[in-house]
């Protein structure tokens, strides 16, 4: 008969294996097939204080691994699961202990971001700001949360760079996990700016795209420059489909639907 005290020692082992560890997953599906003979993979009226813990236990276990094995998929799913449990008041648990729900949160609405949608972003954000005020507290003071949020702000100013910077500074990021989604966000960004630089520039001068992409170096503008079908030639990336060289200053403000983006190459 499958108990409680089975499912703590496999998640006893899961906190002790490397994230992509094989073995991992393997002791991620034993834990969840230990919930479902427990009947806990939902909560009931009948689940127990404890039993309800250990159930969200293994469900954030499960969302944390799969940003580490970067499977959004999978992370969404579990996030979908979590959402009963954190339904439910803290006096319904056995511990004090909080779980990692804003984490979870977090990462959540930085995958929005990723996605670019806005509106299930704000959809989500705007429930936990109800919920925070019904409890009479705000999110301010949690970093989990502002992450996210303050990139949002940045990418409808167009502020890009603040949203590059926060990603590469140290102690930036609140948590390992947040940039996986980070790198990801920076290629969403890095393909917005160079669609909008072939509708509004003729050509642009290697040093100044390695500015304007947020990479770290020619080199890496040449092997972008390539992947995106531009001709690089004398120092210089033409982008297809543009004639003219006075089509744009290179020291215009670049507007494209609805976003600016601020000068900032050089």
Request: proline share 6%; charged share 20%.
């Amino acid at each position: 008969m499958t108990t409680e005290s089975d499912l703590s020692s496999v998640l006893a082992r899961l906190s002790s294996t490397p994230p992509t560890s094989p073995e991992t997953t393997s002791l991620l599906s034993k834990a969840k097939l230990t919930l479902l003979h427990l009947n806990a993979l939902v909560p009931t009226p009948t689940t127990s204080p404890s039993l309800l813990h250990l159930a969200r236990q293994t469900l954030e276990s499960g969302a944390l691994i799969s940003i580490r094995l970067q499977n959004p998929d999978a992370f969404t799913r579990y996030f979908q699961q979590l959402q009963p449990f954190y339904e439910l008041p803290p006096s319904a648990f056995s511990s004090k202990d909080a779980g990692q729900r804003s984490k979870v949160t977090g990462l959540y609405l930085l995958l929005l971001l990723t996605k670019g949608d806005y509106a299930g972003f704000h959809t989500v954000l705007e429930g936990l700001e109800v919920e925070a005020g019904a409890g009479g507290a705000g999110l301010e003071g949690d970093r989990y949360l502002q992450y996210p949020v303050m990139l949002e702000r940045a990418l409808m100013e167009g502020s890009y760079d603040k949203v590059w910077e926060a990603t590469r500074r140290e102690g930036g990021a609140p948590g390992e996990e947040f940039g996986v989604f980070s790198e990801v966000l920076i290629h969403t960004i890095r393909s917005e700016i160079a669609s909008c630089s072939e509708k509004a520039y003729p050509s642009l001068p290697i040093a100044n795209a390695k500015n304007l992409l947020f990479l770290d170096s020619e080199g890496g503008v040449v092997e972008f420059a390539r992947d995106r079908g531009w001709v690089v030639r004398d120092g210089r990336i033409y982008f297809p489909g543009q004639q003219g060289e006075d089509l744009r200053t290179e020291k215009d403000i670049l507007v494209a639907s609805g976003t600016v983006i601020e000068n900032t190459i050089g």
